[in-house]
């Protein structure tokens, strides 16, 4: 970064330093070097300066946003069980609710110098849920008028998204906004599922499936549901202690949910890491015997289908020379958002092509590809003959 820019975004950090309290807990000159050092990043996008954190840093999780007086954590991480019939007791002493783990992409909507905006999980401002909030959750204007310290996290799930190729088998067109969690600024908690769940009713904002609450002792109706959830392709659940004091948020998903993930992933595999796959295949193991859903011809008929029948589509792409992409759409209510998410890709080294664009019954409706280059030359480098040593 030129020297005069460095400057001008340290006097910034400095102002907004001075209104944060909760920042105030680092020394100013950690969070400067912090700047020089790429950790802390300038956020474009906002009427008031902000930054977000590129990584976890000194108690705060990767994708926390600062803004004059205002800190919003990054959306922590779930911890996932593997076994419910163990998993569930050492982490749950007594009731707790089960809300459909919904497979979309996570944002954090708040309201900064006097906009609502969508945070992603890495803390950018998501052009996209910014320019399509007003269409599923009206009354948020009402909503942060009564309270300007929550933070209401949510997940954008559909097959008209911009970011994952995964959705609600129940979702056939657009996105839907599910709002799961509501994050107090001023106190630095979530608030209690029921005190929640009341809130998003009063405001109409809509929820994933919410079930229970369950006890720990009995997880026969749990177990019933998941098997609804596995019948029906939905991703699992987040169970969620009715008190903190009683127990922490865990996460557990369905084996179907793992063949979709495998399915999605690994004509990809270059852009991911390896142990993505393995990671999915020993749950989807582990789940299906507690389930007692067997091993049997039809899984294994299942299984090979979604890993290798898009595969072998990439490999015919890539053995005729055409890089490995993926085709998204998605619909915006006004143009300046397209250009917005044009932009945040170009920042998050994301290559797209705008395959096709049309305003149809209000939306700007829009086809683009995601180019994958290193999943590219993964499969390609293969096909051209060359050796590895593995
Ligand atoms: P995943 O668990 O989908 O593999 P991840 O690796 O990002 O994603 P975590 O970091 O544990 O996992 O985050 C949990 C994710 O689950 C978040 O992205 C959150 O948006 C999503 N989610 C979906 N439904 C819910 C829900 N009802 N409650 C909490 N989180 C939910």
Request: net charge neutral; glycine share 6%.
């Amino acid at each position: 970064m030129d020297p005069q820019e460095l400057s001008r975004q340290k006097e910034l950090l400095k102002e907004v330093y001075a209104t944060c309290s909760r920042l105030k807990k680092i020394p100013l000159n950690d969070l400067l070097s912090a700047l020089e050092e790429g950790k802390i990043l300038y956020l474009e996008g906002l009427a008031v300066p902000a930054f977000r954190l590129k990584r976890d840093f000194r108690g705060l999780a990767a994708g926390t946003v600062v803004a004059p007086g205002v800190l919003i954590e990054g959306f922590p991480h779930i911890p996932r069980i593997f076994v419910l019939k163990t998993g569930i007791p050492r982490y749950l002493h007594g009731p707790f609710y089960a809300e459909e783990k919904i497979e979309g992409y996570n944002v954090r909507l708040a309201r900064i110098g006097g906009e609502i905006k969508a945070f992603t999980r890495r803390g950018f401002v998501c052009p996209f849920a910014t320019d399509r909030w007003p269409d599923f959750l009206p009354r948020l204007p009402d909503f942060f008028d009564e309270f300007p310290s929550y933070v209401i996290c949510c997940e954008v799930a559909g097959p008209e998204n911009p970011f994952v190729t995964e959705w609600p088998p129940y979702i056939k067109e657009d996105v839907r906004f599910f709002c799961f969690d509501i994050w107090d600024v001023s106190t630095e908690r979530f608030l209690k599922p029921e005190e929640k769940y009341a809130l998003l009713r009063r405001f109409s904002f809509p929820t994933p499936e919410i079930s229970g609450p369950f006890s720990p002792e009995e997880l026969k109706p749990l177990e019933e549901l998941l098997l609804r959830y596995e019948e029906e392709g939905r991703e699992g659940v987040v169970l969620k202690p009715l008190s903190f004091k009683k127990g922490r948020v865990i996460k557990y998903v369905t084996p179907a949910s793992n063949v979709s993930d495998l399915r999605v992933a690994f004509p990809y595999l270059g852009e991911l890491d390896p142990s993505y796959v393995v990671h999915r295949l020993v749950r989807m193991a582990i789940s299906r015997w507690e389930l007692g859903l067997g091993f049997d011809e039809e899984f294994y008929q299942a299984l090979g289908a979604a890993i290798f029948e898009e595969t072998s589509r990439v490999l015919h792409r890539v053995a005729r020379g055409e890089p490995v992409e993926e085709v998204f759409r998605v619909r915006f209510r006004r143009e300046e958002a397209l250009e917005a998410l044009i932009s945040h890709f170009r920042t998050a080294q994301v290559r797209i092509e705008i395959r096709r664009k049309e305003w149809q019954e209000g939306y700007l409706r829009v086809t683009f590809a995601k180019i994958y280059p290193k999943a590219t030359s993964f499969w390609a480098s293969k096909l051209q003959g060359l050796a590895q040593i593995d």
